[in-house]
């Protein structure tokens, strides 16, 4: 009978460990989560005021609804800037912006460079108040004149560390906390490394043994010869 060498004591814990970095893959298997997509979308999309014969006193009231499709929670800002016609009537006009009874912005129109940024949660939306008013003082040097006016949004993904709130959705400004995780699959439980260890010391101390008295493990066909 050909006795166990060391190589082949080797040979047999290099198996062993192949065997089970095969069938117990170390690491994550699970699916990765989706690439984080900024998307914000605004109710109405084109024309948010188009007002006719607004007269000194006179007001309107349009409600924009900001909403976030992404699969990110994002912040997000608002500016206005003059685009043509009569800059005296756009220097004239007043404009207040305002979230629920916060208000964002109250001053001339020509002025609002844009309001704190504000976080939303993804697949969340609120509604923002625009309020343009012809104040009651402005003279007939305004009658016939237009101005045509653009606003203008933007996003971005929330900086680290920052909590907010909107209304009552709370917001956390850390993005491993943002939304449901996708659940992680694959990842071994330490027991069954130990298992495993224990199980090829048990095995090393076999072949040991085997080694040091051949003779014990030979079966009935070695007496016969």
Same mark, same amino acid.
Not at 32 to 61: A, R, Y
Not at 108 to 127: C, I, M, Q, T, V
């Given at each position: 009978?050909?006795?166990?060498t060391f190589i082949?004591?080797i040979t047999?814990?290099?198996?062993?460990?192949?065997?089970?970095?095969v069938?117990f893959?170390?690491?994550?298997t699970g699916?990765d989560?989706s690439?984080p997509?900024?998307?914000?979308?605004?109710?109405?999309v084109?024309q948010?005021?188009?007002?006719?014969?607004m007269?000194?006193?006179?007001w309107m009231t349009?409600?924009l609804?900001?909403?976030?499709k992404g699969?990110?929670d994002f912040m997000?800002q !608002?500016?206005?800037?003059f685009?043509?016609? !009569?800059?005296?009537?756009y220097?004239?006009?007043?404009?207040?912006?305002?979230a629920?009874?916060?208000i964002?912005?109250e001053?001339?129109l020509?002025?609002?460079n844009g309001?704190?940024?504000r976080?939303?949660?993804?697949?969340e #939306?609120e509604e923002?108040?625009?309020t343009? #008013?012809?104040p009651?003082? !402005?003279?007939n040097e305004?009658?016939?004149?237009t101005t045509?006016?653009?606003?203008?949004f933007?996003?971005?993904?929330l900086?680290e560390k920052?909590? #907010?709130?909107v209304g009552?959705?709370?917001?956390?400004?850390?993005?491993?906390?943002?939304?449901s995780?996708?659940?992680k699959t694959? #990842?071994i439980?330490?027991?069954?490394?130990?298992l495993?260890?224990l199980?090829?010391?048990a095995?090393g101390?076999v072949?040991y043994?085997?080694?040091?008295?051949?003779?014990?493990?030979?079966?009935g066909?070695?007496?016969?010869?």
């Amino acid at each position: 009978m050909i006795r166990p060498t060391f190589i082949q004591l080797i040979t047999m814990y290099l198996g062993l460990v192949l065997l089970l970095f095969v069938f117990f893959p170390t690491g994550k298997t699970g699916a990765d989560e989706s690439k984080p997509q900024i998307d914000l979308s605004l109710s109405p999309v084109q024309q948010l005021f188009n007002i006719h014969n607004m007269k000194p006193g006179d007001w309107m009231t349009r409600t924009l609804t900001i909403q976030n499709k992404g699969n990110q929670d994002f912040m997000y800002q !608002s500016g206005a800037y003059f685009i043509s016609g !009569s800059k005296m009537l756009y220097n004239q006009l007043v404009m207040t912006v305002s979230a629920g009874d916060e208000i964002l912005y109250e001053g001339k129109l020509s002025g609002f460079n844009g309001f704190e940024k504000r976080p939303l949660a993804h697949l969340e #939306e609120e509604e923002l108040t625009y309020t343009v #008013e012809f104040p009651y003082e !402005s003279g007939n040097e305004f009658q016939g004149l237009t101005t045509k006016v653009a606003f203008h949004f933007a996003a971005g993904m929330l900086p680290e560390k920052v909590t #907010e709130s909107v209304g009552a959705v709370p917001v956390n400004g850390d993005p491993s906390s943002f939304g449901s995780a996708l659940p992680k699959t694959g #990842e071994i439980n330490p027991i069954i490394f130990y298992l495993i260890g224990l199980a090829l010391i048990a095995a090393g101390i076999v072949l040991y043994r085997k080694k040091r008295n051949p003779f014990i493990w030979m079966t009935g066909k070695g007496r016969s010869q």
